[in-house]
């Protein structure tokens, strides 16, 4: 076998060995990875755009407590995912935490199934109000099993989209070009999978109840299982690298002591790292020294009190490798932070987004009527609609205008989607104040909502797989779980926010019985809700450009330097 057909990345076949380009990874392996994303999405979007109804109707929850509890759980599921991270790179590796999780995911949605299915664990049915509570048993069962989806979700998200880019070697010109493309079709299946939850499945939790609407999802699930596993033998494999957090930990506590001892930075020849080809970190490449946070470099300093046995506690002597694995994550932590915002804002479109379009005209010619669950596809379509047109048709022309190879840079691509979702609530708030101030709302078409439904779709593409983009090519080798996992916290981050944004509206303008956001729409003020969030992506669009003009990669470089870079490396090439 030459050498030239075998992967650079350290991944291996199922039997273990060095991986083949000619029999695995690539576009052989990925189509199993992207089928297993649009069923598990599809199970994820059936649950969240029919939960805020379901516990309204069926658990007898007011809308502001359901919406609020519905976007806790979005943010769970997400802010799980650093625990699925820590897991996947210390114990697990990618692969098996996936199907591990994907499991627990299949427990939980036959609970939810169940709470849907049998008398017994729901409230008795609501003739006139006020609606009965339901008991502390039945809202415990219904909690565990939202709580089991949230853990799957947790352990499978941060692990699906590294999974998928391990597949191409980035050290391979032709791969890493495919590995970006992956990354669009990814996102293209996560809105397939939400296409066919919130139209499909919401039609048949429509017609047949919730137990159908549930259960499909739930059978579904299962099946997205079985299609992971079939791809067995095609994947490349990442064995697990030890716990990042560990790593980042013993970083600072040596740097610390150090700094205490007296310990100086004079020259990067004091800077401690191993002696062999590898770094001392399990299947990750070695990383140069740069000169950002130079503080943590007292972690890599040799001085006498760092003992002999050097290469195996960590706790006192740091190689630069290990020092710089923790500077390149500090690094994204302001990028990640200033994209929060479009979280808290997307997190409307399966609260009240939805609750706008259930009081308005869903009719769509004579018969039949749009279920209030399925508005969402506005967003959807757009997504599918405009990832190929971008990967084809824009890409080829930014490409050509820029001289990156991407069109634009991960960091451009996200700020235009930032710039995007600030016309998006906007327009939330222009229509929700005709809506509201209507002779009869009912009359109004759902259709009005398009516009604020699509430019939220338009943000997300950008920024998503942007983010996705970032997220993986600033990781370390050891670091790639978790940085996805990083990037995915944010949405529930965003999620919670959203909710403490509503509770603070809520308090400070009457409550639910006098305030901007009652249990009915047509009183509340919801319009100046999506003012307020204009302001704050606004606020962070500007913050975002302050902290992307400054970013410095891991080549020490420049957002803009990395296009130059780039540029060069492809005219040459």
């Not at 070695?286 to 890599?300: E, G, N, S």
């Not at 479109?349 to 209030?372: C, E, H, N, W, Y």
Request: glycine share 6%.
């Amino acid at each position: 076998m030459s050498t030239m057909t075998l992967v650079s990345n350290g991944c291996v076949d199922f039997r273990g060995n060095i991986a083949d380009k000619r029999k695995t990874g690539g576009w052989k392996a990925s189509p199993f990875i992207i089928v297993n994303e649009v069923a598990e999405r599809l199970a994820f979007f059936a649950v969240a755009v029919s939960m805020v109804l379901y516990l309204v109707t069926e658990m007898h929850q007011s809308l502001p407590n359901a919406a609020t509890h519905v976007t806790d759980w979005i943010g769970a599921a997400y802010v799980l995912t650093l625990l699925g991270a820590f897991i996947a790179d210390a114990y697990l590796g990618r692969f098996l935490t996936i199907i591990v999780f994907s499991f627990i995911y299949f427990a939980g949605m036959v609970m939810l199934t169940l709470s849907a299915k049998l008398d017994s664990l729901r409230p008795p049915i609501c003739l006139k109000r006020p609606c009965p509570q339901a008991s502390t048993s039945q809202t415990a069962f219904l909690y565990t099993a939202l709580g089991l989806i949230a853990i799957g979700t947790g352990g499978i998200k941060p692990c699906v989209s590294s999974f998928g880019a391990d597949q191409f070697d980035e050290e391979d010109d032709r791969e890493v070009v495919k590995k970006y493309a992956f990354f669009n079709w990814f996102f293209f299946a996560i809105n397939m999978g939400a296409l066919l939850g919130i139209t499909l499945m919401v039609y048949v939790q429509q017609e047949k109840g919730f137990a159908w609407g549930f259960g499909v999802p739930t059978i579904t699930m299962f099946m997205s299982i079985i299609i992971l596993l079939a791809g067995f033998s095609s994947y490349r494999y990442k064995k697990p690298m030890g716990s990042a957090f560990t790593r980042f930990v013993q970083v600072m506590v040596v740097a610390v002591k150090n700094h205490f001892r007296g310990v100086q930075v004079v020259s990067d020849k004091q800077l401690y790292e191993v002696p062999t080809q590898e770094s001392d970190i399990f299947g990750a490449r070695k990383l140069t020294h740069t000169p950002q946070y130079r503080f943590l470099d007292k972690a890599a300093v040799k001085h006498h009190e760092s003992g002999s046995s050097t290469t195996q506690n960590r706790w006192n002597l740091c190689t630069v490798t290990q020092v710089e694995e923790f500077k390149c994550f500090i690094r994204v932590l302001p990028i990640w932070a200033t994209t929060i915002a479009l979280s808290i804002s997307f997190a409307q479109l399966s609260t009240f987004f939805i609750s706008q379009a259930s009081l308005m005209d869903r009719k769509l010619g004579s018969s039949f009527v749009i279920p209030s669950g399925s508005v969402p596809v506005f967003s959807a379509v757009n997504a599918l609609i405009l990832v190929p047109i971008y990967e084809k048709i824009i890409v080829p022309v930014l490409r050509s205008k820029t001289g990156h190879r991407r069109g634009l840079t991960s960091l451009q691509r996200m700020g235009v989607g930032l710039f995007v979702s600030i016309f998006a609530m906007a327009s939330a708030a222009v229509v929700e104040h005709k809506r509201r101030t209507h002779s009869d709302p009912k009359t109004l078409s759902v259709f009005w909502l398009f516009p604020q439904f699509f430019l939220m779709g338009t943000a997300e593409v950008f920024t998503y797989v942007g983010q996705l983009e970032f997220f993986y090519d600033e990781a370390t080798d050891g670091t790639r779980s978790l940085s996805s996992a990083i990037f995915l916290s944010e949405i529930g981050i965003g999620s919670w926010l959203s909710t403490a944004i509503v509770k603070i509206i809520e308090k400070a303008t009457g409550k639910e019985d006098k305030g901007w956001l009652r249990n009915d729409l047509n009183v509340s003020k919801l319009d100046y809700l999506y003012w307020i969030l204009m302001a704050i992506n606004a606020l962070n669009l500007v913050i975002y450009m302050w902290v992307a003009r400054r970013y410095k990669g891991r080549d020490g470089a420049s957002s803009i330097g990395s296009v130059r870079d780039e540029t060069i490396k492809d005219d040459q090439s």
